[in-house]
């Protein structure tokens, strides 16, 4: 171990604003010693002016290492302190606790990555050992200008809102509420359930998919925490983590609970029109109950089908009925918001794969409605002469395609994500009517076959065994599906089968399935009024993949389920019991910490010039009209730091990214540099 | 000698100079704007040295005694080794040296040659201009015989450089020229000894404030949806020229002048330098204006950027020579 | 000729054993996790790009890039989000708008546009980041040293030329 | 200013005038003496250069009326109109009438204000204090104290009116900048026209003030009056101005018209034709150049009918013309010839260098008087034809102005989208360089003899010569002027210093 208080004695110390700095370097166990020679650094860096103590370790970020730091810190009286090791994503907490502990403000602390971004990127050992000097060297230079810095706290209301009904949004609300904390879940439609109501069995287990809902529907409406607001429809929000004020508008349902003959009000409505949950295989009327034991179980009315008529109330006797009843608005107080705002099936284009063209071409959900029981057909496939025998599934409709072989999306993109429900899915299908019907042929395109999940590939291995016919296409060629001119089936499938090194196949087809991909549902007004960060594929975009997986940038706001990227009903209630134990963890704290790192206005430099104001995607800078100033809110502020970049005159500053902070790294870095 | 430095000298009285430089002029002359209080400013005040309005020599400010001038404003950067030399003396001779102008504290309009060669400005002047007429492809020398003997001129200098960069300056006052009533009050604040502590980056006669602050226009809070130039298109009266799409310097900019180049209908290009603590004033606005573009994919970005014909001569109209960069490679 | 009124100009040549000093500023939640992708996969790159970490490439000040240069970097870069994938929402637009305008501004200054160089990098990018670095700091290297700073220094910044000959 | 080790040849003595005082600029005279003390030669040197006609390349067109106004802070107006006539030709622009109006207004009273500053601060002290009076109190506060505050009063007001003036019309009292390609940035109000109205009267009253001044001050003092006719401060070159319709002196707007040293006209041009009439010469002991008349040719620094050396000056422009364009100050052109010449039609050329001073007040009269006159013009306030829009692909245009020191072209080469590629300027004090050169040598031969004590006094009565052409060396170099007072040295053949003038 090293150390040098050498060269920067009191005085010295002074000069550097009274800096007392502590640079502690770690081996990370050869990790970064192999490469780097930590000692020397040590050594030049402990040269350095204001530095009063350098030294390495083997593991920094052990007991004995977070020990030394402590140690040294109250030994010392270091009020500045360095750690070079791994990348700050990993242990940059780690060790703010550390000197928090030693009783320094956390954020006197740097992190300089020598691993991730030396070590192990770089071969020539002298040429690393520069490398970690220099950046430990602007550290040090930057820790000059750091200043102590706390958490912004803000209270929190101790209630959730979660936006949709749907597996996720039950399980949220479900969740939360077993924790104790007050829900209110609102859902557009009439009726809860979402997608899976739509559903037949669930894969891997097989089991019913509505008896799993209805559990969990049970759970979350017997909750006496939980609030169920169907119908509702949200017209704007306002407010920040802690508190959330969001607007509601609760359309009238027609029925209520008094409602008796409910069969009879729904046989006398004379008003017919296609009915969504079976993706238009099927006609309902425009009193309508969504599905059998749908909650609520009452009937709604869909006020842009029904005339008013009145048959439906002479049907009942008038009782349960309100044809009159107005749309009603009200304010949901909330500390935070979970949107569980779900997906749609992708849709395929007119012509695609025949879609829209040959009326025995259909999606995989609408074949899912076909095989339930309780479905359109009651459970039968389309009928031509005797039994459909020959059946084609395609695969990747919608999903993995590919720009300039695809057909680009209304938006212009091509939808070049892999929707990994489909291919479980497809072959769940398809063994349930291997088991309905031996005699159906089946045959199966695909590009790969992404069975990934636990238990998933049993799914492809029955599929082989059952004799399903497996046709590998080539991404770049997709299959064709024409009419089929000889009369023994309406349908042809053509491609060229890469197993059988291109051999070209001509499938004839009574019914040709294609497997969907999944788009996220339309919520374009949400994303504007929670400011939520989107990807390139549309589905909202969490702030790390891995790090913080449900939460948006966008503080007290979180993510549960497929709104978020294709997710099977598994995936959907471990993401929705995640957001829940977060938004739970949230609420208990009682109140909201965040990172010190947000933009302030220096009243002094702010010119007024407003150029700020419409750069903030937060809405967080308002202009102060009487004293002709910009002001940031903190709350409102996620800390990007834009308008400090934008500021013409530098009177916007980022806490912890501010000029002279940053102007001193560059400088640093730089040092000799300048000899050429 | 003269027995005018000695009345100068002996009275009491504040003694200023007014030396110009590497500038047009026109700071001379802003400074005869402040009018009628001349006649005050010569009650308080005795003029050691204004070349352009008296006659006092060279030979009397060599016999000054060192910091005999209280109070000298010096305009105009330096381009040639005369100039270099006599900021030299001025400092040595003065009390307080004042960079004048935006030329002396920035580089100013002459500091655009900082993006251009010797080479190139020479020949330019001498070797290829439609009305020369120089078959033997004369150019001016330091030093050149004549029949009678040597012929001096100046050197000329690889680029402009600002007052501060030659010697040690007090206070810096903006503007081109600065404005009259802005350079009284200064003058009234010096005398009575109210100016801040001297220090070469401490600007007076000026505000802290951006142009926008003096600016009467409306801002309407929009994003920019494409750049016009000046002659392209009427300018709305009451709106924004920046929001309208005309590239306006205001935003980066010091104000003091009145905000009079907008009351003209005509955009700002900056000539009182970076506003607030910036350094760089065309990268101050650079970063400026590339948030409140009304773009959403980068094709839409460069085609509106394309529309920005000078970048530098813009953004850097007035201070190349304070830049961060300085001037061109 | 002109000469007669200039000292002359330009730097020195290469130093031997001259290595380009490049400063990269990266935005935490992409690029420089994507940067720590590449560590992740051990893949090499050459260890002349020193990192600045910003939370959003929005935050990158132009100034931060001129004072590079002016201090002597031989090259920038500036890596953010893809477009549509900043995790502030829109930060990475104004890097989009500003950093084009601000190489034909430096471009115009004699900076040769290989000198800055300005990309998205997502998260997932690491491979795309070491072949980066590899590219910009071989192209930095057969342009050669920038050496702003002695370069003004030699024009007389911040110290002026007394130049002879002139009389006093 | 001269190194001590610039060496003087064997056999000669040198004397520098560096700088001369009292003019914009900076300009240096360094005369060689031989053994006998006779004036061997003398050189007038221009110690700078700007390279602006470089630093404009590449930028947009419409920039350079606000470029190129800083190349002169003492006529920023002039280089400002001339640029925007300039853009105007480059985009082919015919502007419409209350641009025109307003721009020759402008100017106008822009002239007043800068003749003003001349007469009083810079060329007045040596008529009003005298030629070899106390050097301290040779300057505008002098002039100021002699005459009277009240007289004080008025120049400063009159200065102050003017810039008031050039606020109302271009937002900056300096360096404004609203003329614009297609005319001007903004019309003036009703208001601002009532303003004006009363700024300009009292500018012709001072006007006829000063004329009155100079009689009584100069031309009723007979030793002045006969320094100015028997003086040796005259010579005879060609002369140059701009010209109206009616060959009417014109500050705006017009042809240059050239007579020769008897009047005759040698040639009348449009602004695109310059180059066809004016060529220039490098010489390597100043930066600054020498323009002269290209049908004639360049016969070196002589006067006369074949040397091609021209002067563009404000006699030079009463010389050309055949009158005034408003009635005062054709009566004070008529005076101003029958002194000088003896015949009041102006036919014949006045070649007084002193008298530049009276043509000057002349034309102080004359635009005056002018600006009152287009300040009526009823269209003078119309709130939309002050500009027009460029319609037509920029390439190449002329922009000529008479500014106060002489004809000032800007000449400026663009592609298509309006980027300067070429620029060039012969500025009014250039015109003047080789006659300014010559005045200064027969002022020099005429003074210094053997024998003669070479004094303040006469060395100024050698910078009178020179004052005499207001040369502005902040245009004439576009160049950074820099001043250093007057020194006086005198070295023996060897080169040694053998007598150093003090004042």
């Avoid at chain 1, 309905?436 to 992404?450: E, G, K, P, S």
């Avoid at chain 4, 200065?159 to 609203?178: D, L, S, Y």
């Avoid at chain 4, 922009?399 to 400026?412: F, K, M, Q, S």
Wanted: proline share 6%.
């Amino acid at each position: 171990m090293v150390e040098t208080p050498g060269s920067c004695s009191g005085s010295g110390n002074e000069r550097e604003n009274g800096a007392r700095i502590g640079v502690f370097i770690c081996h990370c166990g050869g990790n970064i010693s192999d490469v780097v020679d930590v000692k020397r650094v040590a050594d030049e860096i402990g040269k350095l002016p204001g530095v009063v103590f350098s030294t390495t370790q083997m593991f920094v970020c052990s007991d004995p290492g977070q020990g030394l730091i402590e140690q040294k810190i109250k030994e010392l009286g270091l009020n500045r302190v360095i750690v070079a090791a791994c990348s700050p994503t990993l242990h940059q907490l780690t060790f703010r606790r550390t000197v928090a502990r030693a009783g320094l403000n956390q954020f006197l602390f740097e992190h300089v990555n020598v691993r991730e971004q030396v070590s192990w990127v770089t071969e020539d050992a002298e040429a690393a050992t520069q490398k970690a000097t220099r950046l430990i060297r602007a550290a040090v230079d930057r820790v000059k200008h750091l200043t102590p810095l706390d958490k912004r706290r803000i209270p929190i209301h101790p209630a959730a809102l979660v936006i949709g009904g749907g597996i996720a949004g039950l399980v949220t609300a479900r969740d939360l509420a077993q924790r104790g904390m007050k829900v209110t879940l609102v859902e557009k439609q009439p009726f809860l359930g979402g997608r899976v109501a739509q559903l037949h069995t669930l894969f891997p287990t097989g089991e019913d998919a509505r008896d799993a809902l209805k559990r969990v529907i049970e759970e979350v409406v017997s909750h006496e925490l939980v609030n169920v607001i169907t119908s509702a429809q949200i017209l704007d929000s306002e407010g920040v983590v802690g508190d959330f004020r969001t607007r509601i508008r609760i359309e009238p349902r027609g029925a209520n609970s008094q409602l008796r003959q409910r069969a009879s009000a729904v046989a006398a409505c004379p008003e017919q029109t296609i009915n969504e949950f079976d993706y238009g295989l099927s006609q309902r009327k425009a009193i309508y109950m969504a599905y059998p034991g749908c909650y609520p179980p009452i009937p709604a009315i869909d006020w842009n089908v029904c005339t008013k008529c009145g048959k439906c109330v002479w049907a009942v006797g008038g009782r349960g009925i309100n044809l009159a009843e107005q749309p009603r608005e009200m304010v949901l107080h909330s500390g935070i918001i979970v949107l569980a705002t779900g997906f749609d099936p992708y849709e395929p284009l007119y012509g695609e794969y025949g879609y829209g063209i040959f009326p025995r071409v259909i999606t995989l959900q609408q074949l899912i409605r076909l095989l339930d029981p309780l479905g359109p057909t009651g459970g039968r496939l389309p009928r031509n002469d005797g039994e459909p025998t020959r059946i084609a599934f395609i695969h990747c409709v919608g999903a993995r395609q590919i720009e300039g072989v695809n057909q680009r999306q209304p938006d212009g993109r091509v939808k070049d994500y892999c929707a990994r429900t489909c291919c479980t899915g497809a072959l769940h299908a398809a063994l349930e009517i291997r088991r309905r019907h031996a005699d159906v042929m089946i045959t199966d395109f695909y590009q790969d076959i992404r069975t990934y999940g636990r238990g998933h590939e049993a799914y492809y291995e029955q599929a082989s065994e059952a004799g399903i016919l497996f046709v590998r296409y080539d991404p770049r060629h997709p299959p064709r599906v024409e009419g089929n001119p000889k009369g023994d089936s309406p349908l042809l499938v053509r491609t060229s089968d890469l197993l059988t090194g291109g051999l070209d196949v001509e499938m004839p087809a009574d019914l040709v399935v294609l497997a969907t991909g999944v788009v996220p549902h339309d919520i374009s007004e949400l994303v504007g009024m929670y400011h939520c960060a989107v990807g390139s594929d549309s589905f909202l975009l969490e702030v790390h993949p891995k790090l913080r997986p449900v939460e948006l940038a966008v503080a007290g706001v979180f993510l549960a389920g497929s709104c978020q990227g294709p997710m099977d009903v598994t995936e959907a209630c471990a993401a929705a019991s995640a957001a829940a134990s977060k938004a739970a963890a949230l609420i208990a704290q009682a109140q909201v910490e965040m990172d010190p790192f947000i933009a302030r206005v220096d009243e002094e430099l702010c010119t007024g010039c407003q150029t700020c104001l419409t750069v903030c995607a937060y809405d967080a800078i308002t202009r102060d009209e009487t004293r002709g100033i910009a002001v940031v809110s903190e709350a409102r502020c996620t800390g990007c730091g834009t308008c400090a970049a934008t500021c013409p005159s530098n009177a916007i500053q980022q806490f912890g990214f501010n000029d002279a902070q940053v102007l001193a790294e560059v400088k640093a870095l730089l040092q000799g540099a300048a000899l050429g | 000698m003269s027995e005018k430095t000695d009345k100068a000298g002996g009275n009491g009285k504040l003694k200023i100079g007014m030396y110009w430089a590497a500038s047009c002029g026109g700071c001379d002359i802003s400074l005869l704007e402040i009018g009628p209080h001349i006649l005050e400013l010569i009650e308080v005040a005795d003029v050691v040295l204004w070349p352009c309005a008296a006659d006092f020599k060279y030979q009397d400010v060599v016999n000054y005694p060192d910091q005999f001038i209280d109070v000298c404003f010096f305009n105009g950067g330096v381009r040639n080794s005369e100039q270099e030399e006599i900021a030299r003396l001025l400092r040595r001779k003065s009390k307080t040296l004042i960079a004048y102008g935006a030329c002396a504290t920035d580089g100013g309009i002459p500091a655009l040659a900082n993006t251009k060669t010797v080479e190139g400005i020479f020949a330019a002047s001498y070797h290829d201009c439609p009305s020369l007429d120089n078959p033997a492809h004369v150019e001016p020398q330091p030093i050149t015989q004549s029949e009678y003997g040597e012929l001096e001129i100046p050197r000329f200098y690889p680029q402009v450089l600002r007052l501060s960069d030659v010697v040690e300056v007090d206070y810096q006052i903006p503007g081109c020229p600065p404005q009259a009533e802005r350079v009284w009050e200064a003058i009234l604040a010096l005398v009575g000894g109210q100016l801040p502590a001297r220090n070469s980056a401490v600007k007076v006669a000026c505000f802290d404030k951006s142009v926008c602050d003096e600016c009467p226009r409306e801002k309407r809070k929009v994003k920019i949806k494409e750049f016009k130039r000046p002659h392209e298109a009427m300018a709305e009266a009451e709106w924004c020229l920046l929001e309208q799409g005309f590239i306006c310097m205001g935003p980066a900019t010091r104000s003091g002048c009145g905000a009079l180049c907008v009351k003209a209908n005509l955009p700002c290009r900056g000539c009182y330098g970076p506003s607030g603590e910036v350094q760089d004033q065309g990268a101050a606005m650079i970063g400026a204006l590339g948030s409140i573009l009304d773009a959403s994919t980068e094709e839409r970005a460069r085609e509106m950027i394309d529309h920005i014909v000078d970048p530098v001569g813009t953004f850097y109209r007035f201070t190349m020579a304070s830049s961060d960069l300085k001037g061109r490679r | 000729m002109a000469e007669a009124h200039v000292v002359q100009q330009g730097v020195t040549p290469a130093a031997v054993g001259w290595e380009p000093r490049i400063i990269a500023f990266l935005c935490y939640w992409c690029s420089y996790t994507g940067a720590d992708a590449a560590g992740t996969a051990r893949l090499k790159y050459p260890p002349n790009v020193d990192i600045i970490r910003v939370m959003c490439s929005g935050r990158i000040d132009p100034e931060l890039i001129t004072t590079a240069f002016a201090h002597g970097a031989d090259g920038v870069m500036v890596c953010g989000c893809h477009i549509g994938d900043c995790h502030y929402i829109s930060g990475n637009h104004k890097t989009m708008a500003r950093m084009p305008l601000l190489k034909r501004t430096l471009v115009d200054l004699g900076i040769e546009p290989d000198r800055f160089v300005h990309e998205w990098v997502s998260a997932a990018e690491g491979e795309k980041f070491a072949r980066l670095v590899r590219e910009v700091t071989e192209r930095v290297r057969r342009l050669g040293p920038l050496g702003w700073p002695q370069r003004m220094r030699e024009r007389g910044v911040g110290c002026g030329m007394s130049l002879e000959p002139w009389g006093a | 200013m001269t190194s001590p080790h610039v060496k003087t040849n064997e056999g000669y003595r040198r004397i520098s005038i560096d700088p001369v005082t009292r003019l914009e600029g900076h300009g240096k005279i360094d005369i060689f003496l031989d053994k006998d003390g006779e004036v061997a030669d003398c050189y007038f040197q221009v110690p700078e250069l700007r390279g602006f006609e470089k630093f404009c390349e590449g930028r947009p067109v419409e920039e350079l009326p606000r470029i190129t106004s800083r190349i002169c802070g003492v006529c920023p107006e002039a280089h400002m109109m001339a640029s925007a006539k300039a853009c105007d030709a480059v985009y082919k622009i015919n502007l419409p009438l209350t641009a025109k109006l307003l721009r020759e207004l402008q100017y106008n009273i822009f002239f007043v204000t800068d003749h003003t500053t001349h007469f009083y601060a810079l060329a007045g002290p040596d008529f009003v204090m005298g030629p070899t009076s106390d050097p301290a109190t040779r300057n505008l506060i002098g002039v100021v104290r002699k005459v009277g505050l009240e007289v004080g009063g008025k120049v400063i007001k009159c200065r102050q009116w003017g810039h008031e003036a050039a606020a109302i019309f271009g937002g900056k009292p300096v360096n404004p900048i609203n003329a614009i390609p297609g005319g001007m940035s903004k019309p003036i109000t009703s208001e601002e026209r009532a303003r004006l109205d009363e700024i300009v009267a009292f500018m012709v009253e001072f006007a006829k003030f000063t004329l009155k001044l100079f009689h009584d001050v100069v031309l009723s003092n007979s030793q002045y009056l006969d320094l100015i006719l028997n003086g040796p401060f005259r010579h005879e070159t060609y002369s140059m101005g701009l010209v109206d319709d009616k060959n009417r002196v014109n500050f705006y707007d017009g042809k240059v018209r050239v007579v020769d040293p008897e009047g005759r006209e040698l040639c009348k041009y449009a602004p695109a034709d310059y180059t066809k009439v004016v060529a220039e010469r490098v010489e390597p002991w100043t930066y600054l150049k020498f323009p002269y008349l290209k049908q004639v040719g360049w016969k070196g620094f002589v006067d006369g009918k074949e040397s091609g050396v021209y002067r563009a000056t404000p006699q030079a422009r009463l010389n050309v013309a055949d009158g005034m364009n408003s009635p005062e100050a054709q009566a004070a052109y008529e005076e101003y010839f029958e002194t000088l010449t003896g015949d009041r039609s102006g036919k014949k050329p006045v070649h007084h260098t002193l008298a530049i001073h009276w043509a000057r007040l002349v034309e102080l009269l004359n635009a005056a008087e002018r600006a009152q006159e287009l300040l009526r013009h009823p269209e003078i306030t119309h709130p939309e034809n002050y500009r027009v829009l460029p319609t037509e692909v920029p390439s190449e245009g002329v922009g000529i102005v008479e500014a106060p020191r002489g004809t000032l072209t800007h000449h400026y080469v663009t592609d298509e989208k309006g980027i300067v590629k070429k620029v060039n300027l012969i500025v009014g004090t250039t015109n003047n360089h080789a006659a300014i050169c010559m005045s200064i040598k027969k002022a020099a031969q005429g003074l210094i003899h053997k024998g003669v004590e070479v004094t303040e006094g006469l060395l100024n009565m050698i910078e009178m010569a020179f004052r005499a052409y207001d040369p502005c060396y902040g245009c004439a170099t576009h160049s950074l002027p820099g001043q250093m007072p007057l020194r006086v040295t005198i070295h023996d053949a060897e080169g040694a210093v053998i007598a150093e003038l003090k004042r």
